[in-house]
């Protein structure tokens, strides 16, 4: 879907889902994993955040939200990975 300088996003179907459900998988780099592990880069804590701060505030349903996250250990390094909704 996009890609930049910290990451890329791909397209991806969710086959745990009951239904064929589409998700957007945004993978950083090995650079901008170390720098989350090490507290330079934040999205992942921004995600954890809005998740446990606010769900039953009015304007949750207009935030994007953090269904999964994994780690993808490749040749090139590890790559923290974050499971949206598609925008």
């Not at 901008?32 to 009015?58: N, Q, R, S």
């Not at 780690?71 to 590890?78: D, F, Q």
């Amino acid at each position: 879907l996009r890609w930049a300088g910290f990451s890329s996003v791909w397209l991806c179907i969710d086959t745990a889902a009951p239904h064929k459900t589409y998700v957007a998988i945004k993978i950083l780099t090995a650079f901008a994993t170390a720098c989350e592990v090490f507290g330079g880069f934040t999205e992942y804590t921004v995600f954890k955040h809005i998740e446990l701060v606010a769900p039953h505030h009015p304007g949750f349903p207009h935030c994007l939200t953090m269904h999964d996250s994994f780690m993808a250990h490749t040749s090139a390094g590890h790559h923290l990975c974050l499971v949206t909704d598609i925008l």
